[in-house]
Nanobody, 118 residues
Framework: QVQLVESGGGLVQPGGSLRLSCAASGFTFSSYAMSWVRQAPGKGLEWVSDINSGGGSTYYADSLKGRFTISRDNAKNTLYLQMNSLKPEDTAVYYC???????????WGQGTQVTVSS
């Protein structure tokens, strides 16, 4: 069974950085594209980033490009999201997700809370 477990969230001041991790199990991680999505308080899910199965192609929401970097270590079945220059509007629960089709997520984890505040 598929399991995705996010970690690395927390409270950070504006301008700070966090690195999120997602430990994947229950499927052949290296064969699938993966995504990060987020949900801010009172808002719907927002796509953050995608990465292809091999890690060679990455995609970002325009507003996040240059600040966030998605990566993966297939040998460790782990997905990462490096977040730099964080802004209060980045405050959200961040989810690791296995997409079915673009914008449709077959599986996702419990999420990790990121709070950007002074």
């Amino acid at each position: 069974q598929v399991q995705l477990v996010e970690s690395g969230g927390g409270l950070v001041q504006p301008g700070g950085s966090l690195r999120l991790s997602c430990a994947a199990s229950g499927f052949t991680f290296s064969s699938y594209a993966m995504s990060w999505v987020r949900q801010a308080p009172g808002k719907g899910l927002e796509w953050v980033s995608d990465i292809n199965s091999g890690g060679g192609s990455t995609y970002y929401a325009d507003s996040l490009k240059g600040r966030f970097t998605i990566s993966r270590d297939n040998a460790k079945n782990t997905l990462y999201l490096q977040m730099n220059s964080l802004k209060p509007e980045d405050t959200a629960v961040y989810y690791c997700a296995k997409p079915n089709t673009p914008g449709l997520y077959e599986y996702w984890g419990q999420g990790t809370q990121v709070t950007v505040s002074s």
